[in-house]
């Protein structure tokens, strides 16, 4: 089958290492936002209090466009889950990332040995279009609203991966939700058993 697999906080750590180069730049503590201001829905307000907003869009920037994406570390599980799936399945890096920003994730995907048979740069574009393009089975990503377009009638089946950031989400009935990577291989399994 063919595996869609989105790159930014699915297969590495774009939170971390954002929490890393803001302390390490501003002095800014990003870990534990949520739990110092309980109840703000807006966190970003509260980091463009303290260190401005055009400071905080750099570096966001700066991880995105720059060899600092290849210091990303893997999601838990991600990499030796997806060298293992990539031994039966074909795997399609479809990020919402541009060209530009491309660079640093092949040679992330390099360091961390996990082969890829194609590669989809959205450039911030819906991603539902491109699944059926590539035939895609299944699509895995930590972003709800990017799977909103993957409606029932969809060849591809929507994945979503557990993160912090969509811990409250809506899930629509028909979206396959995984706790990590382990549980995206034994859904995997369990399709390639469904055809
Ligand atoms: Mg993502």
């Not at 399609?92 to 994730?105: F, K, L, N, P, Q």
């Not at 699509?139 to 591809?156: C, I, K, R």
């Not at 028909?174 to 990577?181: A, C, L, Y």
């Amino acid at each position: 089958m063919r595996l869609g697999i989105d790159f930014d906080n699915t297969l590495a750590d774009f939170v971390t290492l954002l929490q890393r180069i803001t302390l390490e730049r501003t002095g800014f503590e990003l870990r534990g936002l949520r739990e110092r201001h309980p109840g703000v829905v807006d966190l970003e307000s509260i980091i463009h209090a303290a260190i401005g907003k055009e400071r905080f869009e750099s570096l966001m920037t700066e991880i995105h466009e720059t060899d600092l994406t290849v210091e990303m570390p893997p999601q838990p599980g991600a990499v030796e889950t997806a060298r293992r799936l990539a031994t039966q399945h074909e795997l399609v890096i479809v990020t919402a990332r541009g060209d530009h920003e491309s660079a640093a994730v092949h040679r992330w995907l390099e360091r961390h040995g996990i082969p890829i048979v194609g590669y989809v740069a959205t450039n911030r574009a819906p991603k539902a279009p491109h699944a059926i393009d590539h035939g895609l089975a299944v699509h895995l990503d930590d972003t709800a609203s990017v799977l909103e377009a993957f409606d029932e009638a969809h060849p591809t089946v929507p994945a979503l991966i557990a993160h912090p950031m969509n811990a409250k989400a809506t899930r629509a009935a028909h979206w396959r939700s995984v706790e990590d990577w382990l549980a995206f291989e034994r859904l995997v399994q369990s399709l390639e058993q469904e055809r």
